[in-house]
């Protein structure tokens, strides 16, 4: 057991709190809101590269229910109408240009930029012993879009198979078991361990630097935690108590989507900030008070 594993078991408290002192000093809740933002402008150009490239191997029909399945893990309660644009492009997919083309693939790489800088603020301490060539970060996004394809590609192939376990039964002795139950544990199964893999390879790329994997895989899982609990209370309250259709009308959508990116990009960057704080636990400086994030001019934001 390494160091900074034992520092953390024998003070897990004082870990906790030096994280979210960290995470306040760098302006966490400030970095989040312009991820969420760019996500927001990012997600649906994304989609739409994703699922026009996904169409020409796999049935429209079965690729947009996987994605409205597993955007409900992103943005609660709002997948539907996301989904039934995505469908509604797909089907005039033919007036795509080439200049619509550029400009989808330039807003998809928003986010992964703004992204990046955020991973910078936390990791400073990386930042200042190295830098990632201005070539890599530009190239980044794209190849980033690329491996989301992909896995989304694979998600799609396994929830099929197990959508087409759950319609199966067992029979013995005379009785009849079906295993809905059984594929929908597995559904579930399969998407948190997508958001843990998901999660771990923004931690391995984003920073600047080597991450290790076991470090990764700290702060992929802290995240996922909090997110599955954030997210059944989320889904909770715009099912019970939320008025915010009352309040913003026609703009219930885009605002609750940004409400749940704004939630989900705090917990990511909490997630890497907790990366952060325990690859430097037990040491020296661990225990001083952490700086506020200041601009060029010095000053503090």
Known sequence: MGHQAQYVLKHPGAFAIQT???????????????????????IVP????????LSHIVDQTELLQTLGRYL??????????????LANFLEHRDVIGWVLLATMIFFSSLAFTVLENAMSVIFVHRVAIRRRHFLVSALLPYFYILFLGLGLLLVTLVSGSLQAIG????????????????????????????????????YLVMPVGRLSLHHALIGAITAALLWEITRHVLVWYFATLSQVSVVYGSLTT???VLLSLEIAATLLLLGAQVISEYERAGKGGQDAPPKPFRTDRNRTL
């Open 167 to 202: 319609q199966q039964s067992i029979e013995f002795l005379g009785r009849s078991w079906s295993l809905g139950g059984v594929s929908g544990v597995l559904l579930y199964l399969l998407g948190v361990a997508g958001e843990v893999f998901v999660l771990t390879s923004v």
């Open 20 to 42: 979210l002192k960290a995470f306040r000093a760098n302006q966490g809740l400030l970095l989040a809101g312009a991820v969420a933002y760019y996500a927001l402008l990012s």
């Open 254 to 256: 885009a605002i609750v």
């Open 46 to 53: 994304l989609l739409i590269l994703i699922v026009i490239a």
């Open 72 to 85: 409900e893990w992103l943005i609660p309660g709002q997948s539907r109408p996301i989904v039934t644009e």
